[in-house]
């Protein structure tokens, strides 16, 4: 077999055999996570939470860590319990909602397209009631604005939000708590082993949220 045509079969071979190791990861992982925690028990948390789940809520409700709860909605995805709520998809982080859940987004723009391009009017004018349609305050509540979600699941919102990395102050601005609140619900998060504290290149405490 020439060189050439032997490197290719070892390089394919190697890649295969990376891929079938991750696959056998992650099925070690889910089969762990599935073993703490049941599917009915995360789908009651979202219909708890007017059928909106993500890491935050699930990490606030549960004894798992990010990592863990990332892993078992992407499961619960995978199987069609839960949907994509692409309302949240700039933020950065993954959010669901369960199947059969009504989006307001989506039904927002589908009346828009039902009201205005039946009537014939161009997409440039309907462009603008589209933008109202996906940004408006009944579609993009703000975490601090929710009262669904409790203050844990906001706090561990905002690391998402903040490249995984919080502190006390980053709350104090965000929330309105105090800087004694503050720290007080980081170390109870951090006991938790949703959080690891480090110390920041300016000498200060934070906290990194753990996958």
Not at 4 to 9: A, H, K, S, T
Not at 18 to 36: P, R, T
Not at 169 to 193: F, M
Request: proline share 2%; charged share 20%.
């Amino acid at each position: 077999m020439p060189l050439v045509l032997l490197l290719l079969f070892l390089g394919l071979g190697g890649m295969t055999a990376a891929i079938i190791a991750y696959v056998m990861y992650e099925n070690k992982q889910k089969k762990l996570v599935n073993a703490k925690i049941t599917d009915q028990e995360v789908l009651q948390i979202a219909r708890n939470n007017q059928g909106k789940i993500n890491v935050a809520v699930l990490c606030e409700n549960t004894q798992l860590t990010a990592k863990e709860a990332k892993t078992k909605l992407k499961y619960l995805s995978e199987t069609g319990a839960l949907s994509m709520d692409w309302r949240n998809i700039l933020s950065g982080a993954d959010s669901y909602i369960l199947k059969g859940t009504t989006n307001q987004m989506l039904g927002n723009i589908g009346k828009v397209l039902q009201e205005n391009v039946s009537n014939g009017k161009s997409w440039k004018e309907i462009l603008p009631q589209l933008a109202q349609a996906v940004f408006s305050p009944n579609t993009q509540k703000s975490i601090e604005q929710s009262p669904t979600i409790s203050r844990d699941a906001q706090i561990i919102s905002l690391a998402i939000e903040n490249n995984n990395i919080i502190s006390a102050s980053l709350i104090c601005v965000k929330l309105n708590l105090n800087i004694d609140e503050a720290q007080k619900k980081l170390e109870e998060l951090r006991q938790k082993q949703v959080f690891i504290s480090e110390i920041g290149e300016n000498g200060g405490l934070l906290y990194r949220l753990l996958h």
